[in-house]
């Protein structure tokens, strides 16, 4: 068995840190997509482009904007409908 020091053993923990927010992102952006596809059928090139380029905050924004927007443009503003 390899001995692994106490720094490799942070840089190992690092890594899957890491992986673990990116997998999660990934799912959030799958879910998006999955939800506007369904409500609004195809997605527009600027909007798959939007999620595959957006951060936790704006997927989770977008994630409950969709619940009331009326249209794809609406799901991408800050706000929809206050709640």
């Known amino acids: ?31 998006l997509r999955r939800q ?12 798959i482009e939007r999620i595959a380029h957006a951060s936790e905050a704006e997927l989770e924004q977008w994630l409950d904007n969709i619940l009331d927007a009326t249209s794809i443009d609406v ?4 706000t929809t409908a206050a709640h």
């Open 1 to 31: 068995m390899q001995y692994v020091t106490s720094i490799e053993r942070i840089g190992i923990e690092k890594g899957m840190e890491i992986g673990m927010e990116k997998g999660m992102l990934k799912g959030e952006q799958k879910t």
């Open 75 to 78: 799901v991408f503003t800050e």
């Open 36 to 47: 506007l596809e369904r409500r609004f059928q195809t997605l527009p090139d600027w909007a």
